[in-house]
DNA sequence: ATATAGTGTGTATTTTCTACACTAAGTAAT
DNA sequence: ATTACTTAGTGTAGAAAATACACACTATAT
């Protein structure tokens, strides 16, 4: 509720923790801060929105303007608003994750010029990051942990198409646990989510495994239902 | 990430979703507004951060000047940044839901200077909302929804010792289905999160229950574990 | 004593989860 | 062509959890 509209001398941003998967590591997109505060160092992807856009606009914006990607799949997931967060005052963050496929292709399209450079960097091998970005970073991590257990948001991180063991690799590296092939092949193609090709793996100098699609179509009508808690 | 801090021309507030549980419904506290816009409106309560406090902070205190009340469980669940959405200007809201013990009474402290009144409303009867209200309003109870599959949350809104069927009822109302009353007090034992006491209801014209406590103890130790997904 | 209204309980069936190990297929080297 | 190597692909049995379902018990009020 609001009612008047003081002024209000504070600042709005946006971070992102934005994930990839690649040669079998879950990666996030980390830049190199040049300017001070926290000059020099790593930090999460993200700006301050502007005056006429809406938080989910200057989102995919601020995207766009590190990655040259649109319609990529992001959520908000917490607002960060400790008075002391930003050294300089008073910063109020919202922060979104945002998955993206690598597809071995690494480069993107250079940078705003706050940053000297923007890498993927392997979520186990986390460098120190500015402001709060640690805080904001795990809390990010744990929520695609969770929401991994009962959406299939794995499929934004890999290629069109897939082996059933890449989609596996990606799960253990997400939950952190190895899981068993046969109890994981079963439950996947169970869901009914998954469509199998008529086409193999390519350039394996082992036997080549099939490869299979995501079928959004009938992920809609499995994951309408809802969940647990039966009559 | 924040570089500069630009003096901006927005407005940061919060509103809350406050459930309550009362007569077997699910309620929420609504403020009839006494100022434009929307004045004799319905919205939800809410108001707008101080320069020096954080947002969690405001959260509970929007709750405490409202009702009275402090440690109340609150979580913030989305932020609302459409640029419209406040036809006075820019406002970005933080939505927090809050779960209150009614305990039958309904009385609250009263009130701020920007509302003539406060109630509680049941949730199927809620009438049009201000502001973009009805969307915030949906989102929690949705929020509410999914967690109560997964988190005690209910025992937040139940007196502090219930029956098994006043539990029961809490989860129909919010899961909005009839739930089978073997297999829940089944499940809801075997959780072992319930401690029986040698109590039983009062002042009822029929055979009196038992009457539970919920133990906090023991929940955090069993919810302390992950979820789904085995080897 | 009787009517009433809600409490409290057990079992059989189905479904899902878990544990576990070998053969098949393709590639690469000789 | 044979062999060695590497990953793909598969089934089953037991345990645990979820579901469906109906009646006797108890306290109160009259």
Redo the contacts between chains.
Sequence with gaps: ???L?????????I?CVIFGFDEGELKILL?E?N?EPFKDWW???????E??????H?AERILYELTGLRDIYMD?F??F???NR?P???????AYYAMIRLNGSKELKPISN?ASKAVWISVNDLPKL??D?EKIFSRGFEKIR?KI??QPIAFELLPEKFTLTQLQQL?EVI?N????KR?FRKKMLNYGILKELDEKQKGVSYRAAKLYKFDKRKYTRLFQK??????
């Design positions: 509720m609001e009612t509209l003081p002024k209000f001398d504070s600042v709005f941003s971070d830049i801060r300017e930090a999460l992807p993200g700006y301050i929105v005056q006429e856009e809406s938080i989910d200057a908000q917490y607002t608003g400790d008075v930003h300089q005052g008073r910063v109020i963050t919202v706050y500015a402001f970005h969770n257990s009962y799960y939950l646990k190895k899981l068993d109890n809802e969940l647990t808690f039966g009559k």
